[in-house]
């Protein structure tokens, strides 16, 4: 079993930037992705960025060339660094590991943009 917890949300300014983390209680050494999921109040879950194992990432069209993912495997830490936040991007964030045979999902953190 992994737990996964995120850290670094809040509220921030339209234009600003957060980095997110997220840490694993342990090292994982098999897995497809790690990623980040949002949610916004009354809308479905969707991914935002994720990165193989390979270190090849994707990203959401909405976040591309804002957002980056990325990780620390010695650290068990997975990032996302966000920059000129909008109000779109307000929603609870998600760490998630697919771990292929388990999935697992931190419990969330929340950004807030405010315009």
């Known amino acids: 079993q992994v737990q996964l917890v995120e850290s670094g949300g809040g509220l921030v300014q339209a234009g600003g930037s957060l980095r997110l983390s997220c840490a694993a209680s342990?090292?994982?050494?098999?897995?497809?992705?790690m990623g980040w999921y949002r949610q916004a109040l009354g809308k479905q879950r969707d991914l935002v960025a994720r990165?193989?194992?390979?270190?090849?990432?994707n990203y959401a069209d909405a976040v591309k060339g804002r957002f980056t993912v990325s990780r620390d495997s010695f650290k068990r830490t997975l990032y996302l660094q966000m920059s000129d936040l909008n109000s779109e991007d307000t929603a609870v964030y998600y760490c998630?590991?697919?771990?292929?045979?388990?999935?697992?999902w931190g419990q969330g953190t929340q950004v807030t943009v405010s315009s």
């Open positions: 990165i193989a194992r390979d270190g090849n990432t």
């Open positions: 998630n590991v697919d771990a292929g045979a388990g999935d697992y």
């Open positions: 342990r090292i994982i050494f098999r897995f497809n992705f």
